[in-house]
């Protein structure tokens, strides 16, 4: 054989089907007539000549578009609900969802809620009483906790929570969503809470806010008319309504409600606190002093967070990726 014969016979091999044709195998398919005895022996591939390929964008293309905050605001007032807070934290989202809903939306407001997590700031609540004033609207301190929850207790026994979703999310239970579940029980049927997340925050509120911008929690409505919006869309909004931020935000750049530490860079925010805050500052390494101690003892108990230890937040900088509302 010339070296042109090899070459054919090694291209014939080299696009031969399993099913022993030389693709595509129309030959092998049931109803042609020819190779039916192998129809089921191998793949059959498509007449690029007589179908359309089919076009697939990227998966970006895929995801919903997240809906605007009128849209947000108006397909939560068609839902029945019998009472609408709005919660705010005393940083720049929720402080502009609330201005905004308050603003815009076609139903009244029922009040403003604030958390108190009872590892905040003192000025956080004080500019929320004071947003309040101005909306006048009632500003109610979500506060209720079982002791076992408090974070203090927490913290002697477990340690302090570690940079990870877990140990996050165990902080943003007895921090926030159990105090708030036990204020709502103090009002009858479903209730309308206005949030400041926004999809464009971080993974996980990408993941955890619905392109709709409302999540059902039993008898708790979550509405984030902002959803889609990015934090230049939440300054260029409260810079161009003339809304005061509170001092705490303009500090620490967030709201200050909660520093339980899980994601925080323990240098750069215990500096901070130290400058500005330092009665706070005091407080926690008052609690580092006696969570080092349990551990020097062999007293903490590991097994609630899957990472902790007797410093609060990472010691290595690191990016803040949770849920915390600003």
């Not at 359309?52 to 964008?57: I, L, P, S, V, Y």
């Given at each position: 054989m010339t070296d042109t014969d090899h070459s054919r016979a090694a291209e014939t091999k080299a696009m031969t089907c399993p099913c022993g044709k030389a693709a595509p195998c129309a030959g092998s398919r049931p109803g042609n007539g020819a190779g039916t005895e192998n129809a089921n022996t191998g793949p059959t591939l498509p007449d690029a000549t007589?179908?359309?390929?089919?076009?697939?964008?990227?998966?970006?293309?895929?995801?919903?578009?997240?809906?605007?905050?009128?849209?947000?605001?108006?397909?939560?007032?068609?839902?029945?609900?019998?009472?609408?807070?709005?919660?705010?934290?005393?940083?720049k989202d929720s402080t502009a969802a609330l201005h905004y809903t308050y603003r815009n939306a076609g139903f009244p407001l029922d009040g403003i809620i604030f958390i108190d997590t009872n590892i905040g700031l003192h000025e956080?609540?004080?500019?929320?009483?004071?947003?309040?004033?101005?909306?006048?609207?009632?500003?109610?301190?979500?506060?209720?906790?079982?002791?076992?929850?408090?974070?203090?207790?927490?913290?002697?026994?477990?340690?302090?929570?570690?940079?990870?979703r877990q140990s996050h999310r165990f902080e943003y239970i007895c921090n926030k969503d159990k105090p708030l579940q036990k204020f709502l029980t103090g009002f009858e049927g479903q209730s309308l809470l206005i949030s400041g997340a926004t999809r464009q925050e971080s993974d996980a509120r990408y993941e955890a806010v619905s392109a709709d911008g409302i999540e059902q929690d039993g008898t708790r409505t979550f509405v984030s008319p902002l959803a889609r919006w990015t934090q230049s869309d939440v300054d260029d909004y409260l810079n161009e309504h003339g809304v005061e931020v509170s001092e705490v935000t303009e500090l620490l750049e967030s709201s200050g409600d909660c520093l339980c530490?899980?994601?925080?860079?323990?240098?750069?925010?215990?500096?901070?606190?130290?400058?500005?805050?330092?009665?706070?500052?005091?407080?926690?390494?008052?609690?580092e002093a006696r969570v080092i101690d349990a551990a020097r003892n062999d007293e903490l108990l590991k097994d609630q967070y899957s990472s902790c230890s007797g410093f609060r937040g990472s010691l290595l900088h690191t990016d803040h990726t949770g849920y915390p509302v600003r």
């Open positions: 007589s179908e359309k390929r089919e076009k697939f964008g990227g998966i970006k293309a895929q995801v919903p578009e997240t809906d605007g905050p009128d849209e947000i605001l108006q397909r939560a007032n068609s839902r029945e609900w019998d009472n609408a807070f709005a919660l705010c934290s005393g940083g956080s609540k004080e500019y929320v009483r004071t947003l309040g004033e101005k909306f006048d609207l009632p500003v109610h301190i979500a506060d209720t906790r079982n002791k076992a929850d408090r974070y203090r207790e927490r913290i002697e026994k477990y340690g302090f929570a570690g940079p990870t530490g899980a994601y925080a860079d323990r240098y750069l925010e215990l500096s901070q606190l130290r400058e500005h805050y330092r009665y706070l500052h005091t407080y926690i390494q008052s609690l």
